[in-house]
């Protein structure tokens, strides 16, 4: 599952980027502010990333997605509410 | 009657809703309840001491509390003061003593004199004594609302109720708001033209939904609105996201648009930036049709295209009760028969004296043209501003001066391609260029300004001549140009000399 999350989460970050970035080559570490993501294009990735896992987004607070800055922080946080559904 | 003393007026009609959907939780409530619950918040009020003209203030994020207070604020003609969390780094118990305010309400987790959790007006008694009746005479101002300076700490000014209310009636002329409607509003409350939908909602019958920024695209499919409110970046960013998903898919713009903002739209809002006009297209095409209006804090709304009056291009024809008076420098200048205000609050010295005009005119700034049918263009301003995503307005001459000092840098462009950070475009002085010494100079450029005003990091152009086509005629970098040829290295984070 982790590895389905990360790849839907990958696809859907470099939907958002503004410059073209091939998914896989995003570093899990790299800063959302330095990858030039807007905080609306922060949030329709995270609502696109939650569609694509179907992991809802209901599980988080506006406080969970402020908090989460990287992709890593993403996919760890989405995995672990896709183990538990 | 007024629209604003008619919301103050009594109860509205039962049978249509406020509901707030956040991230994780989703309620709703009957107007009759919402009016209900507010006259027991302002019976706390009174209670705690506020009285008319007292100010309340208000940080935190949207609530079904901060519709509550600001609705029992007017009831006894308190003045609300709405703070974005997100906007403002103070304290309450700083915000209480800057802007003179008698209470203040937050979800921030702070207490101190004169400050309270907005938790604390849930689930109040009802209460037993009749409220005073009260009515907002049109010069009185039931709103301190804040305006993005173009640096330093925000300016504030007191709205008038004659410009509230003759913005409600204007847009109810145009949109006819009513039964069937619901109005979905995700910017800050602290907005006053956010709390508009809510005052719509309760004069003309309709349903209204409050979500946030964070939560807004996903509660648009399950709150089926028939009408969003946004600014130009948050279509922008919807359209990208229709657009890549209609590629990933198969499926129409149309039918990704119907998944993405629900099946019910009737109108897409859209105002207080200039929008794309590209992204615009890219709605009506879709079938949700957005109108795109003209305002400054300072006017409220000035223009504004509807079904009856579009002009693509154009951010519509005036309102009734707003004239637009084009300068010899071609600057749109706003006379109003209710101004919202004819000075701020609290500003800089000097900073009234550039907007506020006599006669009730406010000069926007703004470069435009009327057309022959009356409908009113942008072209931009007449200074070089930067809007930031937070809304905050950025000054470029003085900050590019500041990096121009620097021996090593010959002119300079700033540019926000993530309407986040600042960029500079820099045409080195000398062909051997020093890393370095551009680093030194944009930490030296940095220093002392706010952190919005900083520059993230320069990006080298080759130097701008009149030859290459970088500089006009009059030896003035061309800004698009410039920012177009290098726009490549400006928005990739691996590319740039950073501070």
């Known amino acids: 599952m982790p ?9 859907a970050l470099a939907e958002v980027l503004p410059q073209d970035l091939p998914p896989d080559a995003i570093a899990l570490d790299a800063e959302f502010d330095h990858l030039g993501l807007t905080s609306l294009n922060k949030v329709l990735f995270l609502t696109s990333v939650c569609d694509r896992t179907k992991v809802g987004l209901q599980h988080f607070t506006e406080h969970d997605l402020a908090a989460m800055r990287t992709l890593g922080q993403v996919v760890d946080a989405l995995s672990r509410h896709a183990e538990v559904n | 009657m007024s629209v604003l003393n008619r919301v103050i007026g009594g109860p509205p009609r039962p049978g249509n809703r406020l509901t707030v959907a956040r991230l994780g ?12 619950l507010s006259g027991r918040v302002a019976a706390r009020l009174l209670g705690l001491g506020v009285r008319p003209g007292d100010r309340i203030g208000i940080l935190a994020a949207n609530s079904l509390e901060w519709v509550l207070l600001d609705l029992a604020a007017l009831r006894i003609k308190a003045v609300t003061a709405g703070f974005d969390p997100g906007k403002f780094d103070a304290t309450g118990a700083e915000l209480v003593a800057r802007y003179g305010l008698t209470l203040l309400f937050t979800d921030q987790d702070e207490t101190a004199d004169r400050v309270h959790p907005i938790a604390s007006l849930r689930e109040l008694p009802p209460y037993e004594r009749e409220l005073p009746t009260s ?14 300076g173009s640096s330093g700490p925000a300016k504030s000014l007191l709205a008038s109720a004659g410009s509230i209310d003759s913005s409600l009636a204007a847009v109810q002329d145009m949109f006819a708001h009513g039964p069937g409607d619901d109005l979905f509003v995700f910017l800050p409350l602290s907005l006053l033209q956010q709390r508009y939908w809510v005052y719509s909602a309760l004069a003309f019958g309709h349903d209204v939904t409050i979500s946030t920024y964070e939560a807004a695209f996903a509660a648009l499919r399950t709150a089926r609105p028939t009408v969003v409110m946004g600014v130009p970046g948050f279509f922008e960013s919807a359209r990208a996201h229709l657009e890549a998903t209609a590629a990933r898919t198969g499926a129409s713009l149309a039918e990704v648009a119907v998944e993405t903002f629900g099946d019910r739209i009737r109108y897409l809002w859209t105002g207080s930036a200039p929008a794309n ?23 409220c709304i000035v223009t504004k295209n509807h079904p009856g009056a579009h002009r693509p291009g154009s951010v519509g024809r005036v309102l009734p009760g707003k004239e637009v008076l084009i300068d010899a420098d071609g600057v749109i200048n706003v006379r109003s028969e209710h101004p919202v ?34 409908y009113l263009f942008v072209h931009g301003r007449a200074d070089d501003v930067i809007v930031l995503e937070n809304g905050k307005k950025i000054v470029v001459r003085p900050i590019e001066e500041r990096l121009k000092a620097s021996p090593v840098i010959e002119d300079c462009v700033l540019t926000n391609p993530s309407q986040r950070q600042l960029v500079a475009i820099v045409s080195p002085a000398a062909q051997q260029v020093d890393t370095d010494r551009i680093a030194a100079a944009l930490r030296q450029a940095n220093t002392g300004l706010d952190r919005d005003e900083q520059i993230a990091k320069a990006v080298l152009a080759e130097r701008f001549t009149v030859a290459n086509g970088l500089l006009s005629s009059q030896f003035k970098p061309r800004r698009k140009q410039i920012e177009a040829r290098y726009r490549r290295l400006v928005i990739d984070p691996e590319e740039g000399i950073r501070a």
Do not use: Q
């Open chain 2, 25 to 36: 939780a989703t309620a709703s409530w009957d107007l009759t309840e919402v009016w209900e």
């Open chain 2, 277 to 299: 006009p590209d992204t615009l297209r890219c709605f009506t095409d879709a079938g949700l049709p957005i109108f795109e209006g003209y305002g400054l804090n300072e006017t």
């Open chain 1, 3 to 11: 590895d389905t999350i990360e790849t839907a989460a990958r696809a």
């Open chain 2, 341 to 374: 205000a004819t000075r701020y609050e609290h500003a800089r010295p000097g900073d009234a004296d550039l907007m506020f005009r006599p006669g009730g005119i406010v000069r926007t700034g703004d470069l435009g043209h009327l057309d022959e049918d009356g």
């Open chain 2, 135 to 148: 009515v907002w005479e049109l010069g009185e101002a039931p709103a301190l609302k804040f305006t993005s």
